[in-house]
């Protein structure tokens, strides 16, 4: 027999069938739905992306009997939503491959440590959707959608996420596809999933869950990220003349948003530097689109409230005939990988070799994409400025022709972080934790030899330029400021390497630290943002304060 999967799927679809009409099925059928088309031990995938969440059928899944839906492997980007982790308590879910848990760290980390969950592997984004089509294909998957038609088409609308991707791996492999949906209409808005691609339709009569996790309220950013983002602008982004780019989530990047209408502008940087993305639709951006900087934008995903702004301009973002944004996470984190020359974004911890890690001995935040926009792509073949000198930089004996450039891997932040925990520490917390667990490998996020600059509020550490590890560490301490780490610096050294340029003080970039001021700022509240977008952006109520 060679088509024994897709017996299977068919055997599934009949069981299935009883609790719907065609596709559709009613609300309070669902659980009787999940229940007949699983088997125990499936692989099963659970749509919880970075932001949308198929909470609906997340609920429905983890309110099943275990003693007849039981140790199914959960392979999904985000364990977000508190069921995400519940089906694992009553013994629905055994086994996890996934990419990111940022609200659920804390009890992931618990779980893992009582044996509760079987890790398989925390993972890139990129890396778990390889993994889909290899030896992680899913059996059934739980997806969720803004409405669908009688045929299952299914219309996404902005928050596209990874729904492509992993529709395409179960639906083509003999697997079963159900969505969630608003609702059913006549005729959806665009295509984004083709009806013969999904067998089963809930209509949950709500949106899926999204969260606004790039917001950043310009309020919270406060004078030490100001002058972090001084620094990265006039240190990094205008010497290297960075176009194409990533920025990771936080407040530093969001300064730095912030600053190129305004510090920007006075470095006759517009035009120069910022001008193609790889990132959601962070509202922190929108002055900069504004004021002519930005020309053009891809998304990982969208952000809550907004929708009408991306629709107004379609010059600059991704979006379909119906006006809305399309987004796409594959799509996004390749982009990110291949064709953007900086990736910028803070962590939790830095040793002195330069891995860092959102990982701690209390938290297993996992890596999201972080570890694709922040890796040196080997495959690369095009050149570009920034590339080139990042490449003659690292390695300057080696013929021009031959010579491989480096992608811009840069980690930004302040010495010290929230509750005063240091950013820099002798050894990861993620070492401890996979001693603890008994891993193979530790879940670093970025590894040092990929970083080629840090930067603090001490100034930039130029790793490109360091030709051994001792200057490495050196280099790092150099800016590590007064933490342990920070106090353990060999001041000669330093002063050597800082007459070479490896180490940069804002004094040597001729930026006055009590010039960073929050007046600097294109935006200084959610609602100067509203203002801005000329109205269009609607901010989400909790972020409201007016």
Not at 273 to 283: D, E, Q, R
Request: proline letters at 5%.
């Amino acid at each position: 027999m060679w088509d024994k999967q897709q017996t299977a799927r068919t055997d599934r679809i009949r069981a299935g069938g009883v609790h719907a009409r065609g596709k559709h099925v009613a609300l309070e059928n669902v659980r009787a739905l999940l229940g007949s088309v699983l088997r125990p031990g499936d692989r099963v995938c659970l749509e919880g992306d970075n932001q949308k969440q198929a909470d609906v059928l997340a609920a429905a899944l983890a309110d099943l009997d275990p003693a007849n839906i039981h140790d199914l492997h959960m392979v999904q980007s985000g364990v977000v939503l508190p069921e995400h982790l519940d089906i694992f308590e009553s013994g629905i879910a055994r086994r996890l491959d996934y990419s990111y848990s940022g609200p659920q760290s804390a009890r992931i980390a618990r779980m893992l440590f009582d044996g509760q969950i079987e890790l398989g592997s925390v993972h890139t984004y990129l890396e778990l959707f390889a993994r889909y089509f290899i030896d992680l294909t899913p059996n059934v998957a739980l997806i969720a959608a803004v409405s669908a038609d009688a045929d299952g088409n299914l219309y996404t609308g902005p928050n596209t996420e990874d729904t492509p991707t992993i529709v395409e791996a179960t639906a083509f492999k003999g697997g079963l596809v159900i969505a969630q949906v608003k609702e059913t209409v006549d005729k959806v808005p665009r295509v984004d999933i083709p009806g013969d691609q999904v067998h089963f339709v809930v209509e949950a009569g709500k949106p899926f869950y999204v969260e606004p996790l790039f917001t950043r309220d310009p309020a919270a950013i406060t004078e030490t990220q100001i002058l972090t983002a001084m620094l990265a602008i006039k240190g990094l982004y205008a010497p290297y003349g960075v176009r194409r780019l990533n920025h990771g989530i936080g407040f530093n990047t969001a300064a730095i948003e912030l600053l190129l209408p305004t510090f920007g502008e006075k470095l006759g940087l517009k035009g120069k530097v910022c001008t193609h993305w790889a990132l959601n639709p962070h509202p922190t951006l929108i002055p900069a689109i504004e004021a002519g900087w930005v020309e053009q934008v891809h998304c990982f995903g969208s952000e809550v409230g907004m929708e009408d702004y991306i629709a107004a301009r379609s010059d600059i973002f991704f979006t379909g005939a119906d006006g809305s944004l399309r987004s796409n996470r594959a799509f996004c984190q390749t982009a990110g990988l291949y064709a953007c020359d900086m990736f910028i974004g803070s962590t939790l911890q830095i040793d002195l070799e330069g891995h860092s890690s959102t990982v701690t001995a209390s938290r297993i935040a996992g890596f999201g994409g972080a570890p694709n926009m922040g890796s040196d792509p080997r495959g690369r073949r095009h050149p570009s400025e920034p590339w080139l000198k990042a490449g003659a930089e690292a390695d300057p004996d080696t013929s021009a022709h031959l010579r491989r450039g480096r992608k811009l891997v840069v980690q930004i932040g302040e010495t010290f972080g929230e509750k005063n925990a240091p950013l820099f520490v002798e050894r990861l917390e993620a070492l401890t934790l996979a001693e603890k667990l008994d891993l193979d490998l530790a879940p670093v996020m970025v590894y040092g030899d990929d970083v080629t600059h840090i930067v603090t509020e001490e100034g930039i550490a130029n790793l490109l330029l360091c030709r051994n590890r001792d200057e490495r560490e050196q280099a790092i301490r150099g800016v590590a400021g007064y933490t342990d780490v920070g106090r353990g610096r060999d001041r000669k050294m330093g002063e050597r390497l800082r007459e070479r340029g490896i180490i940069r003080r804002p004094e040597d970039l001729g930026i006055d630290p009590l010039d960073a001021d929050r007046r600097m700022l294109a935006a200084h509240s959610i609602k100067d943002l509203m203002l801005a977008s000329g109205g269009l952006y609607r901010p989400p109520s909790r972020f409201r304060n007016w």
